[in-house]
Nanobody, 127 residues
Framework: QLQLVESGGGLVQPGGSLRLSCAAS????????IGWFRQAPGKEREGVSC????????NYADSVKGRFTISRDNAKNTVYLQMNSLKPEDTAVYYC????????????????????WGKGTLVTVSS
């Protein structure tokens, strides 16, 4: 059974950092593109960042460019989202998702057309 498990969320002060992890079990991530999405209370889900299966292509939402970095370690079957300079508006449940559709990372983040989703990890940015 394909499973994705997010971890690394928590409470952090504005300006702080967190690194989220997305670990896969039951399948290898080598051939999957991965996306990080978030949903804040009362808001629509937003594509935060996506990375191609090779890791050569990445995409970021304008709101996180220059602050967040997506990366993948296929040997560890894990994808990461390094979040720096966190702001209160980054508060949300963060989900990772995996897919094999032939989409650009831009289209993937915009459409959320991915096949397997994790259950999310809560990030709270507050003083």
């Amino acid at each position: 059974q394909l499973q994705l498990v997010e971890s690394g969320g928590g409470l952090v002060q504005p300006g702080g950092s967190l690194r989220l992890s997305c670990a896969a079990s039951g399948f290898t991530l080598d051939f999957y593109a991965i996306g990080w999405f978030r949903q804040a209370p009362g808001k629509e889900r937003e594509g935060v960042s996506c990375i191609s299966s090779s890791g050569r292509s990445t995409n970021y939402a304008d709101s996180v460019k220059g602050r967040f970095t997506i990366s993948r370690d296929n040997a560890k079957n894990t994808v990461y989202l390094q979040m720096n300079s966190l702001k209160p508006e980054d508060t949300a449940v963060y989900y990772c998702a995996a897919g094999t559709r032939l989409l650009s990372v831009q289209a993937m983040c915009a459409s959320a057309l991915l096949d397997s989703w994790g259950k999310g990890t809560l990030v709270t940015v507050s003083s």
